[in-house]
T-cell receptor
Framework: KNQVEQSPQSLIILEGKNCTLQ??????????LRWYKQDTGRGPVSLTI?????NTKSNGRYTATLDADTKQSSLHITASQLSDSASYIC????????????FGKGTTLSVSS | NAGVTQTPKFQVLKTGQSMTLQCAQD?????MYWYRQDPGMGLRLIYY???????DKGEVPNGYNVSRLNKREFSLRLESAAPSQTSVYFC???????????????FGPGTRLLVL
């Protein structure tokens, strides 16, 4: 069964610290992996999209990595800010008919001052 | 450029009532989607429209119908609301069908629906 598992479920860090969120998937055949940021009460916003051949992609203080062999991805946030408090969702796409996006349940990050 | 807009923002229904959730995008995108988001679960696809004039079922279509009114608008209808349909509903759009080609999806702000 195609699945996307994220860990930890929630995380609290101090402002200015770094953190890493994990995503493991069992989606096959794999096409691409996305990370979304969802602020409370808002819709998700795309941070990065990585294909099979990409193993690192950055968007400002956000850096995503992908290991297609072990089917793992991580999202590293550098020098966290209060505005980073949000849910981070990992989404994996498969090469199938239609739109086969499998969403993880998300990691809730709280950044405190 | 408003992006993806949804109306209403909040709605309370009684069991058995019907309603239509509206979605519009001004990015000239071909593909549009309806998702629901429930606590402790990932977003689940209800219906999608790859292009104007086409609609297809997603993962959880039961109890819903959709209409792709034109290229800009994609509505979701609950014919007879049930408490199990209490959720947050998100509309999204992309230039072409998101999935294997890596198209970016743009989400609306959501509609919070409570069915009593």
């Amino acid at each position: 069964k195609n699945q996307v598992e994220q860990s930890p479920q929630s995380l609290i860090i101090l402002e200015g610290k770094n953190c890493t969120l994990q995503c493991n998937y069992t989606v096959s055949p794999f096409s691409n992996l996305r990370w979304y940021k969802q602020d409370t009460g808002r819709g998700p916003v795309s941070l990065t999209i990585m294909t099979f051949s990409e193993n690192t992609k950055s968007n400002g203080r956000y850096t995503a990595t992908l290991d297609a062999d072990t089917k793992q991805s991580s999202l590293h946030i550098t020098a966290s800010q209060l505005s980073d408090s949000a849910s981070y969702i990992c989404v994996v796409s498969s090469y199938q008919a239609g739109t086969a996006l499998i969403f993880g349940k998300g990691t809730t990050l709280s950044v405190s001052s | 450029n408003a992006g993806v807009t949804q109306t209403p923002k909040f709605q309370v229904l009684k069991t058995g009532q019907s309603m239509t959730l509206q979605c519009a995008q001004d990015m000239n995108h071909n593909s549009m989607y309806w998702y629901r988001q429930d606590p402790g679960m990932g977003l689940r696809l209800i219906y999608y429209s790859a292009s104007e004039g086409t609609t297809d079922k997603g993962e959880v279509p039961n109890g819903y119908n959709v209409s792709r009114l034109n290229k800009r608008e994609f509505s979701l209808r609950l014919e007879s609301a049930a408490p199990s349909q209490t959720s947050v509903y998100f509309c999204a759009s992309s230039e072409s069908l998101a999935g294997g080609r890596g198209e970016t999806q743009y989400f609306g702000p959501g509609t919070r629906l409570l069915v009593l």
